[in-house]
């Protein structure tokens, strides 16, 4: 941030940890609830300041004086914002919560004016068509591209009697999208089931049973305590021999912030995200009538690749009739174990399907993911994650010194061999209680060239929930995560390394800024294939007691087990994919009551899933992608860049052939010259032919899957 304008500060807001960054970065643990309001306030003040001036007749239309100040200004704003979202998502408070909530609409409201204010964008397209917009690099031809389009995007092209409506639209998606995360994390958060008696805890690992009464004592009980956060909530489904224990938690698990969730006292009504779903797609719906497109789903491809809604429809289609006879195998062969060798002589319900696929691929492959997870330390697991980036990336991870928001988090530096800084990131790896679920990559700061000519250097937040390191027999046990969970980490390294190793030197298409959403899945995808290498493993693998790394027996029964239950598990990704694009390019919104989003997902699955659904699923209400995290009618994104991503990684297959290993530093190079460098300054459709030299083949996805 630059430091002139906040010379002219109050002693006050000078010392306001979301003003004063210090190096450029946060100092997060410094951030109160009460920093937000007098930071955001200023922040927005400066930044409509910059936009006056922009709009100004006698400000020229060029790159100096209209883009860079402008993007100056609300870069700042972005960034302070970034911090606040980023702590409302991983150390919740109800202090902070309400603090952020009551800005939420002011955020909101200046970006969605910047979006629509016509006399900015005609200095746009006046800086588009001068003489000196040949001169800009091609970034910089790309912000402008790009920065007319989300202007008519925007509602820049609306008149003025709908601007205020098409405002209006923006702030309250904004604050139904937070509030449907809140009661999310709100149901997950409140339940606990507390067991006494030992007894009930058949089947579970030693480190699980460890896990649950570290829970328990940090509530107060004696014994043992479950959650529904996924470290604590899955290993039951997965290896607890107590059906009726299973069964409790799915069905806590399945109806979270649903009219089915849990007693949880009085406030359980206002969890109920079935009322927020509907509202939320009656606004997209209208705001995307409101600039011209026939519904929410056409709207949402205008910055992506593919072309047409039934385009998209097409290929989730077609990729669920191939993935289905592949699913009804896995589903009857799971039935069949159930019965024969588990004594299921009834159906197998829900609550019994990962017990019993766990049970099948130890009796199939002769292992359990437990036991290979004792290999997986993730101390580990970062050395050999660090080893590949640096093998084909040419560059050096070393551990820094950043300011944290949590005493577990983890901080590095991005260094070139020369030792040059090129980026920061952190790493946030366990669970906790006000932390949101799930994996994610986020963006603390961009790259991009600073008013005096000096670099910004990318930093990036990795963001997981893995269980935590607990004591067992009195000792604190090194953390182990799953090999899923490796996955996990590799994939959104991946989407790290797009925002970290960039090149290019304008923020509004630097690193992941200004890559299609359906393209942006690409890097993350192509890391997790390395997961799979016995060359990779070897290197990252130690036993948690005895050091010694994954045997090759080992590693040959996981390679046999790879795509164990693949079709169902690509069938269920198609599925979700196919309700969240026909929710926003088929449903009828206008007509739409209670339970009719329950109903459309239900209907999708009865018409492709293979497996019966339980009446009282309610998952649809906790699908926070689309609903609370920016992948509305962007779901299938996840599949379309996965066919992306697994042409790219054959690069890497190929030259093993020649070299004897996909760590080739040859193909790296040209893989992070021509995706990782270049983030969003050309379409990705062009990044992948620079690499690959041809147009993207879904075989090697198919290949890769065994859906071939």
Known sequence: MNTSPLATLSPELQNNPLLSFGRGIASYSEVKPEHITPAVGWLLKRAQNAVDLATDPSTPATWDQLAEPLEDATEA???????????????????????????????????????????????????????????????????????????????????DADKPRFAQIQDEQAVLGKAFSDHVLDATDHFVHH??????????????KAAAADVAQQKGLQGWAFTLHFPSYYPVMQYSENRALRRLMYEAYITRSSELGPQFGEGKADWDNTQNMLDQLRLRDEEARMLGFANFAALSLAPKMANTVDEVDRFLTDFAIKSKPYAKRDWDELCAFAKNELGLADAVEPWDMAFASERLKQSRYAFSENELKQYFPLPKVLEGLFGVIQTLFNVKIKAADLPTWHAD???????????????????????????????????????????????????????????????????????????????????????????????????????????????????????????????????????VETGKPLPRELFEKMLAAKNFQNGWMTLRQIVMSLTDWRLHSHFDVKSAQGKAVLNL???????????????????????????????????????????????????????????GSVLDPITGARYREEILEVGGSRPAAESFKAFRGREPSIDALLRHGGLA
């Open 77 to 159: 704003l972005g960034r302070s914002w970034g911090v606040i979202s980023h702590l409302n998502s991983v150390a919740d408070t109800a202090e902070l919560r309400a603090a952020y909530g009551a800005m939420l609409p002011e955020v909101t409201a200046f970006f969605s004016s910047l979006g629509q204010n016509l006399a900015l964008y005609q200095k746009f397209k006046e800086l588009s068509n001068s003489p000196g917009f040949a001169k800009l690099n091609r970034a910089q031809k790309k912000v402008i591209e790009n920065s007319l389009r989300d202007f008519r995007l925007g509602g820049a092209e609306l008149s």
């Open 195 to 208: 067991v006494s008696d030992e007894s009930q805890l058949a089947g579970l690992p030693d480190d699980v």
């Open 409 to 543: 988090v983890q901080s590095f530096a991005v260094k070139d061999l020369s030792g040059k800084l090129r980026a920061y990131f952190y790493l946030d790896p366990y669970a906790r209680p006000g932390k949101r679920g799930g994996a994610w990559m986020d963006d603390a700061r961009g790259r991009r060239e600073l008013p005096n000519g000096e670099i910004q250097i990318p930093v990036a937040y990795l963001v997981c929930n893995f269980a935590a390191p607990v004591k067992v027999d009195g000792v604190l046990r090194q953390p182990t995560i799953t090999h899923d969970d490796v996955i996990t980490l590799f994939h959104e390294s991946g989407h790290g390394l797009h925002h970290l190793l960039t090149q290019v030197s304008a923020l509004g298409v630097s690193g992941i800024n200004g890559v299609e959403w359906d393209a942006v899945e690409l890097p993350s995808q192509f890391m997790e294939n390395f997961c799979w290498e016995w060359e990779v493993l070897e290197r990252m693998t130690s036993h």
């Open 601 to 659: 997902s239900r209907a999708i699955a009865d018409e492709f899933n293979v497996i019966p659904q339980p009446e009282i699923s309610r998952w649809i209400n906790t699908f926070s992608h689309i609903f609370a995290g920016g992948y509305a009618a962007g779901y299938y994104s996840y599949k379309w860049a996965e066919v992306l991503s697994a042409d790219a990684y054959s690069a890497f297959e190929e030259a093993a052939k020649l070299t």
